[in-house]
């Protein structure tokens, strides 16, 4: 693994379903992200984890819930997914709690229908 | 309240240069930030200025004025690979990205 790999690559869903999206990063960063990228509203943040053990809500949280086990591993939740969370997403990872420079993974895309 | 606002298309032709403006509005700031996105691919970290003044990288330079809440971002020595989209982001405690500026580079 170099960096931040998210799976799945790309999947189709439907309304109502539970669904984990997968992020995982080997750069030993404290502070891990989730966004979500539709067209002309660029990257909202939905989650993120200053540390191991510890979550907040970014702008876009419903809907939406995470979990930080451990330092690699910050897995995304859709409990039950409606059609308006069609959009790509991103998880992204920094050094330090001051996130001016983020790594992301290569995105999923996710559409509900 | 809190608002990022840039510029949604720039054109540009091989070897010009571009300035992609970005003002901000937002109660706590850290620095500006940019980053570049081409289709298909994920966002990469491009620069950050959390002093006033020029940074510059390469053939890009960014620019950072607190007391007029505003930033820019130049490219120099344009190339058809530069095409792509480019956020600003300001950093609170976390980031916040505007809506970015889609570069399309003409031969």
């Known amino acids: 693994i170099a960096g931040i790999t998210q799976a799945p690559t790309s999947q189709i869903l439907a309304a109502g379903r539970r669904m984990t999206l997968r992020c995982t990063q080997d750069?030993?960063?404290?502070?891990m992200y989730w966004y979500r990228q539709d067209l002309g509203l660029g990257l909202r943040l939905i989650h993120y984890?200053?540390?191991?053990?510890?979550?907040g809500k970014g702008e876009v949280p419903d809907g939406y819930s995470v979990s930080r086990a451990n330092t690699d591993d910050f897995p995304l939740t859709l409990a039950s997914a409606v059609p308006s969370q069609t959009s790509v997403y991103f998880c992204?990872?920094?050094?330090?709690?001051?996130?001016?420079?983020?790594?992301f993974g290569p995105g999923t895309r996710l559409t509900v229908l | 309240g809190q608002s990022l606002e840039q510029p949604s298309e720039v054109t540009a032709v091989e070897g010009a240069i571009v300035q992609i403006n970005c003002t901000y509005q937002?109660?706590?700031?850290?620095?500006l930030s940019w980053y570049q996105q081409h289709d298909g691919g994920a966002p990469t970290f491009l620069s950050y200025?959390?002093?006033?003044g020029l940074e510059e990288t390469g053939r890009f330079s960014s620019f950072l004025s607190r007391s007029d809440s505003y930033g820019y971002l130049l490219l120099q020595e344009l190339q058809m690979k530069d095409s792509a989209s480019y956020f600003c982001?300001?950093?609170?405690?976390?980031?916040?990205f505007g809506t970015g500026t889609r570069l399309q580079v003409f031969p």
């Open positions: 992204a990872s920094s050094d330090t709690p001051s996130p001016h420079e983020q790594f």
């Open positions: 750069m030993r960063h404290n502070a």
């Open positions: 984890s200053n540390t191991a053990g510890t979550t």
């Open positions: 937002t109660s706590g700031f850290y620095g």
């Open positions: 200025n959390a002093l006033d």
């Open positions: 982001a300001y950093n609170t405690d976390k980031l916040i």
